[in-house]
Nanobody, 122 residues
C-alpha cells in the first residue's frame, strides 16, 4: 500500500550513534504496526524493533536500552535512534509495516525495500 524508503545509514565507530528514517509515500496514521529489521552478512533478517499505532513499542533483546523507535505522524516517517552502537549492529536495516502484530514478529512480509547500510567499526 504505502511505499517505504529507508535512509540515514552510514559508518560510525563503536559507541557512536545514528538515526535512521523510513519515509512513507502517504499517511501513516492508519498503519497499525511499523518496524525496523536488519540483516547482517551471513545471517537471517531479524526484527530490531516495532511500534504500534497507539505508540506501544517492542525491542529485540540485543538492542533494548540502546535503540529507540518512534513514529512522526506529521512527517509520515518512522525513525530509529541508535545509540551505543556495536560492531554487531553492522547490517542492512529495513523498515516495513503491517496490519497485525504477528506479521511483524514472524517477518511475514510480501516485499522489502532496498534498506540502508549501517557499518559500525571497532
Amino acid at each position: 500500500q504505502v511505499q517505504l524508503v529507508e535512509s540515514g545509514g552510514g559508518s560510525v565507530q563503536a559507541g557512536g550513534s545514528l538515526r535512521l528514517s523510513c519515509a512513507a509515500s502517504g499517511s501513516i496514521l492508519s498503519i497499525n504496526y511499523m518496524g525496523w529489521y536488519r540483516q547482517a552478512p551471513g545471517k537471517q533478517r531479524e526484527l530490531v524493533a516495532f511500534i504500534a499505532r497507539g505508540g506501544g513499542t517492542n525491542y529485540a533483546d540485543s538492542v533494548k536500552g540502546r535503540f529507540t523507535i518512534s513514529r512522526d505522524n506529521a512527517k509520515n516517517t518512522l525513525n530509529l535512534r541508535m545509540n551505543s552502537l556495536k560492531p554487531e549492529d553492522t547490517a542492512v536495516y529495513y523498515c516495513n509495516s503491517a496490519v497485525t502484530r504477528t506479521t511483524m514478529t514472524t517477518l511475514a512480509f510480501r516485499s522489502w525495500g532496498q534498506g540502508t547500510q549501517v557499518t559500525v567499526s571497532s
